[in-house]
């Protein structure tokens, strides 16, 4: 059996006569990587001695890095592929920092369809953690001007009603501020630690519903992009609800179109382990009071 | 009726996929993602972000579930038995929350194995292929199972 890799994406394992066939069909090229049993390092199959080169190589079928898995990316269609460029996060260093980032917003906020649909389900983690770390350093920017303002309000309520309001105001100020400094240093790393945790949450309700058609990795980057939504808690008073309602929209939109699969069973996967919650607590619920009502009416009965 | 029969080998015949069959040591191919790297460092830089949150007084992770319900959320418990199993009370550790025990013991595995092959240089462990859908699927139900066993373990215990 060999073992080929395009460009850094295992594209499976076949025998021989497969491998044969697919370079005298294009499905396989000369330069892809190669490695069986035995092998110290990876090999291009053009130095493989028991395989035949074609004498002129058909266009690849087969598309470098097109899925997440194996047989996925045997499976997509070089069209498919070729329209997996989004977002423009991806191309930060073509477009530029700020251009990338107002770019990727636009695109997943309020085109979170088609975004999602052409989305690269591979290309590693370190795209969209960046992408990530840049959100929630905006919304720590926004908590610590929201903290700040409140407090500022709380101290001006304070000195106008109290005497040694100054003492107490200026403690708050200091508190918050070492409060707010610890949160963001670890805080942020903490988040970032967290979603990846997140993210095989979800991708294990996706398997339970039987709509994980792709890998972990394409509902990490699902998940970071949605974090664009984070934006929005730059406006004051709402902007947290909103930030919280419109993630969840592009997650659930996003999902489904990454992992073709239906929109409800993205939106069960996002909301499952909180819908199991509830059912359960109520069950019990409803179980404890059968039981005390049982329990009362045998009282009432031996009386 | 073939998944059925591949899920069942692979539920109760574990050992059939060390023979070379199922799983495979490979050297890591250019430009593959380095999984045993990756974990490395998430799970370490994790682990001592919250530790480095506990130790300096913020606040601990509260349970919405349990203040506004008074029930025990599945991951109650968590802070104090990766707190214990720091400490090295396995037992306190364990009946804290039983399923997030064998999580951290798990990711403790994983960095050791990852570790080693990483200062070693060895060969990386890999499935020869993919898993079909239906054994996912079956690992997943089977991991649903023991995360409601605990939840109903931590109902009677917290």
Known sequence: MIYINRAGQNLGTFSIEEVQRGLDTGRFLPTDLGWQQGMGQWEPLANFPTLAMPSSTPAPVVPAGAGPDDSQSLALTSTEATAQDCPAWERRRELGFGRALFETWREVLFSPGPTFSRLKTIGGFASPCTFQLVMLLLYFFSAIINQFAWTGISFAFQTAHRSNAIEFGNFGMVHTSFRLAASLLLGIPLTLGFSFVWAAIIQFCLTLLGSAARSYQTTYRVLCYATSALIFTLIPCIGGLVAIVWSLLVSIVGLAKAHRTETWKAAMALLLPGFICTLLILGISAAALALVLSHMHAQGAET | ?158
């Open chain 2, 1 to 158: 009726m073939s998944s059925k029969i591949e899920i069942t080998k692979y539920v109760f015949r574990p050992s059939a996929h060390f023979s070379g069959e199922k799983i495979v040591l490979r050297p890591l191919a250019p430009g593959e993602l380095d999984f045993e790297f990756h974990f490395l460092i998430i799970t370490i830089a994790t682990a001592l972000c919250s530790l480095a949150w506990l130790r300096c007084g913020l606040p601990w992770p509260k349970c919405w579930l349990r203040k506004y319900v008074g029930c025990p959320c599945p991951a109650c418990g968590a802070t104090r038995c990766a707190l214990a199993l720091l400490r090295g009370d396995l037992q306190t550790s364990f009946f804290n929350n039983p399923f997030f025990f064998a999580s951290y013991l798990v990711t403790l595995v994983i960095d050791l194995y990852s570790g080693s092959v990483l200062a070693l240089r060895l060969p990386r462990i890999r499935l020869n292929k993919i898993p079909a859908q239906e054994f996912k699927r079956a690992l997943a139900i089977l991991v649903a199972v023991a995360v409601l066993a605990n939840w109903f373990y931590l109902f009677f215990h917290q």
